[in-house]
């Protein structure tokens, strides 16, 4: 029928127009060179042709990427380890007039005047009177995260990062993508 009223993608014998199908696939092969390019932005031939490790951390994350978390945005986890670094300071001023550590961020930014710069969201995953661990995630990360943690946390306690599962030394933060 040619009244107008019909399916516009399809011809009057029925099959789907040659334009219509010429143009999905065109955009189909735009968005698959856009996700290629965005997947191997920045790396060399030999490194993408560069057997898989064993070591399951070391798969997650290519080498010889800088910072080795590819979506990560350079200098956030230098932010990130900063308000770690920030957030010791204010549970050693807590644990100096209380004798113990707390288990809430929020406590510590409005009560202590705790100011986390990074844009990371921290979390305090376990507290006592002895210790406590937290862990920071960010988009900045680029899907990695970062940990610390002060006294004598229980192994089973200690957080560990999101995409390389380290665990960091006493004090010292500790993120994905750290040499």
């Not at 590819?70 to 957030?87: C, T």
């Not at 920071?136 to 999101?162: F, H, M, N, Q, Y």
């Amino acid at each position: 029928m040619k009244d107008g009223g019909g399916d516009p993608t399809q011809s009057s014998d029925g099959l789907l127009q040659r334009s219509s199908l010429t143009d999905v696939v065109f955009l189909v092969a735009v968005i698959g060179v856009i996700i290629a390019a965005v997947l191997f932005r920045g790396t060399s031939r030999t490194e993408r042709a560069a057997p898989a490790k064993t070591d399951a951390a070391a798969a997650t994350v290519p080498e010889g990427r800088r910072g080795g978390i590819p979506f990560a945005i350079p200098g956030a986890r230098e932010d990130v380890k900063r308000d770690l670094r920030n957030l010791v300071t204010a549970q050693e001023w807590v644990f100096a007039d209380s004798i113990h550590y707390v288990d809430d961020v929020s406590l510590l930014t409005r009560e202590r005047g705790l100011i986390l710069t990074s844009g990371a969201t921290i979390q305090i995953v376990w507290a006592d009177a002895m210790g406590w661990a937290a862990t920071a995630e960010s988009v900045r990360l680029g899907g990695g995260s970062c940990v610390i943690r002060l006294g004598p946390v229980p192994d089973s306690l200690r957080p560990r990062t999101k995409v390389q599962h380290r665990e960091g030394e006493e004090a010292i933060p500790r993120c994905d993508g750290d040499p």
